[in-house]
Every structure is written in C-alpha cells, then in structure tokens.
C-alpha cells in the first residue's frame, strides 16, 4: 500500500449532527451531564437524552439491565448519527457479554468514549462496529466554562470528532520514537487505557493486538509500578505477540519513585518481544486528547501518525 497523502484539517462547515447521550458506566452528577451538553449544542449538535439517563446504583449510572436498556435504545433511535458516552469510569466491561450485537448492527452508528470505554470501543470493532477513542461529553463542559486558550484546544477535538462521525477522514497526530525503531510501520491503531486493557486478561473480553497493530496506550493518576505491572501482564498473557509498535499517549498524574521515565520503564518490558515504542501522542486524560477511529490504518513515518479510514 502506497503511503498516505498528507491530511488537510477537518471541515467545520458541514451537516449538523445529532448524537445520542448514553451513561453506561459510572454516575455522573447533573450538572457535569449539563454543561456537557451545553458545550455540544454550542458546537451545533442536537444531543437525545432519555427522560431518565441515570439510576444510580452505588458508584455506577445504573444497574446492568438499565446501561443495556440504554445503550440498545440509542442504537435504535432513527435521528442519531452516534451513540457518545457521558463519562468513562467503571462499568462498561460489565455490559459487552449481554449486549444484542446483531440488534446493534441493525443500526450501526459510531460508539465514542476512551478510558473505561475501551473495553466496549475494542468489542465493536471486533464485530465490524464503528468506534471513536475520543473525548467523552463531559469534557465538552469545558467548551463553554474554561479560559479561551484551554476552550480552544477542547474545541478542536470536538470538531475533529464530529468529522470523524461524519464519515471517512485522514487525521495527523505528532509522536516520537524512543529509541531504535523502523522508518516506516502501517497497520490497526488499536488500544486505549492500559489499565482498563490489563484488567480484561483472562476474561472472555481479553484484548489481543490484531497483527501489525499500532497499539495506543494511556492512563492517569496509576504509579508507574501499576502500570508496570499492567504492561507486564498484557505482554504476559500474549496481548501484544502480533503488535507491530506502542504507542505511548498521555500518562497524567502518573509518578514513578525515581527519576526513571515511564518511557523506558515501558522499553524494558517490552525490548524481549522487540516491539519498538513511540511517545508524546496527544491522546489520553490530560488537556490533549485527540479523537482516532478504532481500528482504522495507521502509518507511521518520522515523527508523524496518520490515521485514515
């Protein structure tokens, strides 16, 4: 395959969408759930909502039965272009095994979300579900409450994901190699939250990198010996026999007990299985987190990712 014409930057001139409001993992308050959709109708988006989106139950939106209910009827609702998740957080592992896939291919519209979601994101690419590893709607709050400088960078994620929903696009995203590593790699960009990733080993939801996958990884606020500890039990348990490089995005709020980068921690883990790495993706919890469909082709050449459908 001959390399990829350069991306030019996403149209904001375009048909307006409406996407469908879902909270499949843990609550949110009301007002966060307000200010998001606020933030997304600022951006001229029609945002569904249920009557009633959450039934709390403990830390999560709802009971199992209610984030399915949920999740099936934003499938099912004919004026929506996607299904966005409030938040991440804990829960979404819980729903993939009852899920009516075939209901949900009926009528198949991206699902975007990161972090929890990545455990939902990596089942529906694996039954030819179209994802997006983006923001969730909560941040969109952010559109309409932070300084202008930090609304302007949130406002260029939004507009990329709304491109994204809109159908094929090209996208660039800067990185860097660490250490030796090819001049050029192509394949599936895959992955999401090491943690979250690590946490599926041994389940019927095990993540396994597809071959020549570029395999993209974040998390926030885990010492580096936790995710140590997740890379270690990923690349254990086979996860990345086939992967043909990491990925590194954002680690926010990640400390390690020395001055030792994460990035080399990573290297070490994975130098015996000879997966190259990458880092500086602006992808992840903290400020910078670029939206990429899951799943689509990936190349790598210098110190630049794109990701074309």
């Not at 014409?5 to 307006?16: E, N, Q």
């Not at 709390?56 to 209610?66: I, K, Q, V």
């Not at 209910?69 to 099912?76: C, D, K, M, V, Y």
């Amino acid at each position: 395959m001959p390399s990829l014409d350069p991306c030019s930057p996403p149209g904001r001139d375009a048909m307006p969408l409406a996407i469908s409001l879902i909270a499949p993992s843990s609550f949110t308050p009301e007002d966060a759930i307000g200010h998001g959709v606020e933030g997304l109708e600022s951006l001229g988006v029609r945002v569904h909502r249920p009557a009633v989106l959450q039934r709390r139950t403990r830390y999560l939106a709802g009971d199992r039965e209610w984030r399915l209910t949920q999740l099936h009827a934003a499938h099912e609702d004919p004026d929506t272009q996607a299904v966005w998740a409030v938040r991440g957080g804990f829960g979404c592992a819980q729903l993939a095994e009852h899920i009516d896939w075939a209901r949900l291919a009926q009528r198949p519209k991206p699902l975007i979300g990161y972090s929890d979601l990545t455990a939902l994101l990596h089942q529906y690419h694996l039954r030819g579900l179209p994802a997006i590893h983006g923001p969730v709607v909560k941040a969109a709050g952010q559109l309409l409450q932070a300084p202008p400088e930090v609304s302007a960078i949130i406002r260029d994620q939004f507009e990329e994901t709304l491109t994204l929903i809109r159908g094929p696009a090209c996208l660039d995203y800067p990185l860097a190699p660490w250490g030796e590593a090819p001049a050029r790699l192509e394949g599936p960009v895959v992955g999401g939250n090491l943690v979250t990733l690590a946490s599926l080993t041994g389940t019927p939801l095990a993540f396994r990198a597809p071959p020549g996958a570029l395999v993209i990884l974040e998390d926030i606020g885990e010492p580096y010996y936790r995710l140590e500890r997740a890379l270690w039990q990923l690349v254990g348990a086979g996860a990345l026999d086939e992967a043909a490089a990491v990925c590194l995005g954002t680690f926010e709020g990640c400390r390690g007990v020395d001055d030792t980068p994460l990035e080399a921690i990573i290297a070490e883990t994975l130098a015996p299985r000879g997966i190259p790495l990458y880092h500086g993706l602006p992808v992840g919890h903290g400020l910078h987190n670029r939206p990429w469909r899951y799943g689509a082709s990936g190349v790598i050449e210098g110190s630049r990712l794109t990701i074309a459908e």
